[in-house]
């Protein structure tokens, strides 16, 4: 099994950053992702990273902005948000999976089977 624990979530003004972080106790995993999700709305793909090279895949709606990388020997996931948005506010997830596969469907909230319990992202104008 895999244990998430997410943290860093908080209140900022539009145009701040902000960093989430998670830790990934128990077994290793291979993919290490970011969700959003905001009532009423389905579970969003943010950002994930493949953790053996780090490679990475973004949704369009925060390139350029947000940043995933990972620390194997921490087994932590980061994700660093900048110039945020009020359209950026949600409960945000970290979800893991031990599967290795990665592609652009990475960011479909199906491909992960550990999820972390969520931290609040509250982006005021």
């Known amino acids: 099994q895999v244990q998430l624990a997410e943290s860093g979530g908080d209140s900022v003004q539009a145009g701040g950053s902000l960093t989430l972080s998670c830790v990934a106790t128990?077994?290793?995993?291979?993919?290490m992702a970011w969700f959003r999700q905001v009532p009423g709305k389905d579970r969003e793909g943010v950002a994930t990273?493949?953790?053996?090279?780090?490679?990475?895949y973004y949704a369009d709606s925060v390139k350029g902005r947000f940043a995933i990388s990972r620390d194997n020997e921490k087994a932590t996931s980061t994700l660093q948000m900048n110039s945020l948005k009020p359209e950026d506010t949600a409960m945000y997830f970290c979800?893991?999976?031990?599967?290795?596969?990665?592609?652009?469907?990475?960011?479909?909230?199906?491909?992960?089977?550990?999820w972390g319990q969520g931290t609040q992202v509250t982006v005021s104008s």
């Open positions: 979800a893991a999976t031990r599967e290795t596969t990665f592609t652009t469907s990475s960011l479909l909230a199906e491909k992960y089977n550990f």
């Open positions: 128990g077994w290793t995993v291979y993919k």
């Open positions: 990273i493949h953790t053996p090279t780090g490679h990475t």
